[in-house]
């Protein structure tokens, strides 16, 4: 498969990413990637960073069910504020949701324009200092450069401050984000202790012992896995925090303990598969039809618990 036939494939929607419903608006909004971010941060506010904008948690700002798809975030913001979607809301008047829905909303608008783009499940280095904190952005292709860009449409500039970022989250650098791909590979070959891979959270909020480690780098690449394949699915925590479970995906379930010798094979050929998606695009949808235990279950990608 050529790199045209790569591209013409992340330049349509998913089920997850159709706004079709707001095409009008779609169509009307700019194609500047620079704009995009901005509607979309002016829309979404992230449930971790609620307290450092000063404010409260409110249900009536989140989306019901145990996934929001694009459209249902779109529906959601229009109901909280009337106007324009292009107008940034302020923070108590925007829909409450995760990293997820920061990259795969700006992914839908830029899909919905045919620009290719794709979300990302990985780690992000700017977080805290020497770990590699769960986090989702997007990729583009810049016709321009002839390249994807990675974009971390979540950094709004009160978040690049606090976080004293020093570079772009238009145009994120090397090593400043970590595909689950990548990650799996570190923490296989040792290179890196796989316990600096996870999220911050305390763990006990969700019946676990740790949230860092070889399985939580495991969930993000099947999560990574299946976004490549255009299912855009949730966080670990999303679930848990609704309290659903993980336990109809068996890859993601299973400790670690118990994978078995072709568990690890197939895993570690996802890894190698993702870390240069464009070159074995092929074989990339071909494993994923293949086995079953790489695709979501419905019930995860449901909208209805």
Not at 34 to 48: K, T, W
Not at 218 to 235: Q, S, Y
């Amino acid at each position: 498969m050529n790199q045209h036939e790569v591209l013409d494939c992340y330049s349509e929607p998913s089920s997850i990413t159709d706004i079709s419903k707001y095409g009008e608006f779609a169509d009307w909004l700019t194609d500047d990637v620079r704009a995009i971010a901005q509607v979309v941060q002016g829309i979404l506010i992230h449930d971790a960073w609620l307290k450092r904008y000063g404010i409260a948690y409110h249900k009536e700002q989140t989306c019901p069910g145990p996934i929001a798809y694009m459209e249902d975030i779109l529906e959601k913001a229009g109901e909280l504020d009337t106007s324009s979607l292009a107008i940034p809301r302020s923070p108590d008047k925007r829909v409450i949701g995760c990293c997820r829905e920061f990259a795969t909303l700006f992914c839908a608008i830029l899909r919905y324009k045919g620009i290719p783009a794709r979300s990302r499940c990985g780690f992000g280095a700017y977080f805290a200092p020497g770990y590699y904190e769960d986090h989702w952005i997007c990729e583009y292709w810049d016709r321009a450069r002839g390249c994807w860009v990675r974009v971390d449409p979540q950094m709004d500039p009160f978040q690049q401050s606090y976080l004293g970022l020093n570079f772009s989250p238009l145009d994120i650098p090397d090593g400043a984000f970590v595909t689950s791909g990548e990650a799996w590979k570190l923490c296989r070959d040792k290179v890196v202790d796989a316990q600096r891979f996870g999220i911050s959270d305390n763990p006990h909020d969700f019946g676990l012992e740790t949230l860092y480690g070889l399985w939580f780098v495991r969930g993000n690449l099947l999560r990574d896995f299946a976004a490549l394949n255009k299912i855009e699915t949730v966080p670990l925590l999303i679930r848990l925090g609704k309290h659903l479970t993980w336990d109809s995906w068996r890859l993601v379930a299973l400790r670690d303990c118990e994978l078995t010798p072709i568990d690890y094979e197939i895993l570690d050929q996802v890894a190698k598969l993702s870390c240069d998606p464009d070159h074995h695009f092929e074989e990339l949808l071909s494993i994923y039809r293949e086995y079953r235990d790489l695709q979501p279950p419905d019930d995860i990608i449901s909208r209805e618990c």
